[in-house]
Nanobody, 119 residues
């Protein structure tokens, strides 16, 4: 069965950095586009970044552009999100998502990892 396990969240000061990881199993990771989403308290879950199956193309939400970098290691079945220059408004639960084949609609989610940006 599909499993997505996020790690790397925590508490960081404004301006700091974190690297999230998502370990994938139960499917052919290299065949699927993937994404990172986040959900702040009282808000909807929003896309942060997406990446194609080969890693050749990425997209970013406006709030993440220039500060976050999505990447993947298909040999290690792992998705990453490098987050720099973190702001308090980046505080949220971050989720890894597997997309449907040849699409960008999520059909599986990880359990989420909490990121808190606070001084």
């Amino acid at each position: 069965q599909v499993q997505l396990v996020e790690s790397g969240g925590g508490v960081v000061q404004p301006g700091g950095s974190l690297r999230l990881s998502c370990a994938a199993s139960g499917f052919t990771f290299s065949s699927y586009s993937m994404g990172w989403y986040r959900q702040a308290p009282g808000k909807e879950r929003d896309v942060v970044a997406t990446i194609t199956s080969t890693g050749g193309s990425t997209t970013y939400a406006a709030s993440a552009k220039g500060r976050f970098t999505i990447s993947r290691d298909n040999a290690a079945n792992t998705l990453y999100l490098q987050m720099n220059s973190l702001k308090p408004e980046d505080t949220a639960v971050y989720y890894c998502a597997k997309f449907i084949f040849s699409g960008t609609v999520p059909n599986y989610w990880g359990q989420g990892t909490q990121v808190t940006v606070s001084s």
